[in-house]
């Protein structure tokens, strides 16, 4: 019996927020963070901007909700390939709940994904809905998290000539 393919993501995240005086007051440092991941472009972040973040940039929630969003699309696709129905356009409207609690810590209590699909004219649109269950069960970011990840899909058949 062999062993399980094992995948390791490494990254080099750098706070560069030090104001002078490092973190010797609350007030006076900045939040903002760089991710270096080899051959990708550096992704610049920062706390949510109710923790004094910088609100032009991610957060890790946003990062978070993100994560899962494109976990979720990447797998619909794929069992929709293997499934041979044509999406011909997806964008989802997803959101996450955190909630913080009185001693500063928090968590989230779920996300939803309000998946958008567009599948080619004469596409099984029940078997593409249907698909969006097993692509939930699939995906490995929302198999790794301790809170409800629910699906909300719409899918209808393409226009004649959309998304050609």
Not at 24 to 41: D, I
Not at 109 to 126: F, I, K, M, N, T
């Amino acid at each position: 019996m062999g062993t399980s393919p094992t995948h390791r993501y490494r990254l080099t995240l750098s706070w560069e927020g030090n104001q002078g005086t490092g973190t010797s007051s609350y007030l006076h440092y900045g939040r903002q963070y760089r991710v270096r991941v080899p051959g990708k472009a550096d992704l610049t972040g920062s706390a949510d901007p109710a923790f004094r973040g910088d609100a032009r940039l991610h957060n890790p929630e946003d990062l978070l909700v993100a994560a899962l969003s494109g976990c979720h699309m990447l797998s619909y696709l794929a069992l929709c390939a293997r499934a041979k129905l044509s999406v011909l356009a997806y964008t989802d409207e997803a959101e996450g709940v955190m909630v913080v609690r009185p001693d500063g810590g928090g968590s989230f209590q779920e996300v939803v994904l309000h998946p958008r699909v567009v599948v080619a004219p004469g596409s099984d649109v029940a078997l593409a809905t249907a698909l969006h269950e097993k692509a939930g069960e699939q995906c490995f970011i929302a198999a790794s998290v301790n809170f409800p990840v629910r699906h909300v899909p719409e899918v209808r058949l393409a226009t004649e000539g959309e998304g050609r």
